[in-house]
């Protein structure tokens, strides 16, 4: 019985780890073929959560090398002042922001995106970022100054290229006409950038308040003792 359990057991693994890869592979097919590729992706099960967070840390890392290792010729990165914890922070809140503002707008709108789904479309309409621009950081540190144009044409493309995913991607998770994704896409920008306006206003708060709380206590201890 126990032999038959183990087994069992490899085997769901197993299974597992297949899909895990098969969803990685995946990802090619959404570059090249996104109007079919993202609804494959969400509505044929094609994707998974994830091999989209697989995508998304490899989004971090690569911003994280390009910080540390490009050169100096074609980046403006105080090294010295650089936390990667920070910068990681930076990118991320934001993208999970963006992912929550969409989901709630476009919940009260038809929208027939769930939030993993939308989750998993922005985070394979990230793939272009990290297999063009890593590979720059290397070239960066190759190519001479006046060899710039080069650089600055891949970097462009590859950001276009996300763009272009993410908005056939939100397209095809909400079944969207193209005007309707272009207005969501900007109406989500604004909701995101309301989020972390509030967020920043609810931390200096909270901040404010803990400070005057310690304050207090500090002035009861020191009268008190």
Known sequence: MSATKSLSKSSARKEKWNRYIESVKYAKY??????????????????????????????????IVQLLFTNFQFINAPLQYINIFE??????IPFLILCLGNWCLTTLFDGKGRFGDIYMAMCYALVPYTLIQLPLVLVSNIIAADEAAFYTVLMSFSTAWCLALVFVGLMQVHDYSPGKTFIFIIVTVVAALVIIFLLLVFFSLLGDAAT???????EIAFRLY
Do not use: C, M, N
């Open 87 to 92: 910068q990681a922070a930076s990118l991320l």
């Open 212 to 218: 005057y709380f310690i304050s207090l206590y500090r």
């Open 30 to 63: 959404v570059l090249f073929h996104p109007f079919d590729g993202f609804w494959d992706l969400v509505h044929e099960k094609r994707g998974s959560i994830a091999a989209a967070t697989t995508f998304l840390a490899l989004f971090l890392i690569t911003r």
